[in-house]
Nanobody, 117 residues
Framework: QVQLVESGGGLVQPGGSLRLSCRAS????????MGWYRQAPGSQRELVAA???????NYPDSVKGRFTVSRDNSKNTVYLQMNDLKPDDTAVYYC???????????WGQGTQVTVSS
C-alpha cells in the first residue's frame, strides 16, 4: 500500500521559514518524480515545486528564489524548504508522486501552512 505522509506545516509569521517533509512508503521512490502542490480555500490546486527522478527541479515564478525542493532517496523523503513566507503562501500543501514508468500517481493527505502575524 502506497502512503505519502507530509509533515512540518504550521503557523509562521510573514518573512519566516518552514520545511515540509513528505515520507513515501510502498513504492520504488527513486523512480518517481515528486511534486509539492498547494491549495488555498476557493482556489485550484497549484504546483509549487517539482523534482524529477534525476534531480531536475522546477518552480513557478510565484515561489522561485524562496522555495527549494530536494529529495533523499535513502530516506524515501522529499523536502520543501520555504523561506520569506508571505500571507499568500497560506494553503494546504500536498505531496505528489508520479511514476516515471507507469501512469501511477499518488497524493498525500496534506499539511496546513498558515502565514500570518
Amino acid at each position: 500500500q502506497v502512503q505519502l505522509v507530509e509533515s512540518g506545516g504550521g503557523l509562521v509569521q510573514p518573512g519566516g521559514s518552514l520545511r515540509l517533509s513528505c515520507r513515501a512508503s510502498g513504492l520504488f521512490f527513486s523512480r518517481y518524480n515528486m511534486g509539492w502542490y498547494r491549495q488555498a480555500p476557493g482556489s485550484q490546486r497549484e504546483l509549487v515545486a517539482a523534482i524529477t527522478a534525476d534531480d531536475s527541479t522546477n518552480y513557478p515564478d510565484s515561489v522561485k528564489g524562496r522555495f527549494t525542493v530536494s529529495r533523499d532517496n535513502s530516506k524515501n523523503t522529499v523536502y520543501l524548504q520555504m523561506n520569506d513566507l508571505k500571507p499568500d503562501d497560506t494553503a494546504v500543501y500536498y505531496c505528489n508522486a508520479a511514476s516515471t514508468l507507469s501512469p501511477r500517481n499518488y497524493w498525500g493527505q496534506g499539511t496546513q501552512v498558515t502565514v500570518s502575524s
